[in-house]
């Protein structure tokens, strides 16, 4: 069983930058597809970015394109969520979530899923 624990939220103003990360317990993680799904209050969750088991193939949804990226560090079992230019919109609660699938694609194939850390942006 996988276990997934994010820190590196928190609060900034608008145009700063966070960088959330996610460490994983066991190196089976290595294997996985990874992403960051976020959730506004009463809202489902929705993709910002995954990546493939090797790293070589990423996706970022439209809203954050060109401002957050997804990054993995398979020798520590970690992936990143760079996060720059943050505007309001982007509040909301961030998960880290892991697949037994190397190359997932839709949220109902991440099987294990972290406490979830809170990004507040203010104007």
């Known amino acids: 069983q996988v276990q997934l624990v994010e820190s590196g939220g928190g609060v900034v103003q608008a145009g700063g930058a966070l960088r959330p990360s996610c460490a994983a317990s066991e190196r089976t993680f290595s294997r996985a597809a990874r992403a960051w799904v976020r959730q506004y209050p009463g809202k489902g969750r929705a993709f910002v970015a995954r990546?493939?088991?090797?790293?070589?193939?990423?996706y970022d949804a439209s809203s954050v394109k060109g401002r957050f990226t997804i990054s993995t560090d398979n020798a520590e079992n970690t992936v990143y969520l760079q996060m720059n230019s943050l505007i309001p919109e982007d509040t909301a609660v961030y998960y880290c979530?892991?697949?037994?699938?190397?190359?997932?694609?839709?949220?109902?194939?991440?099987?294990?899923w972290g406490q979830g850390t809170q990004v507040t942006v203010s104007s």
């Open positions: 990546i493939n088991w090797s790293g070589g193939d990423t």
């Open positions: 979530a892991a697949s037994n699938s190397p190359c997932a694609i839709r949220l109902s194939e991440y099987n294990y």
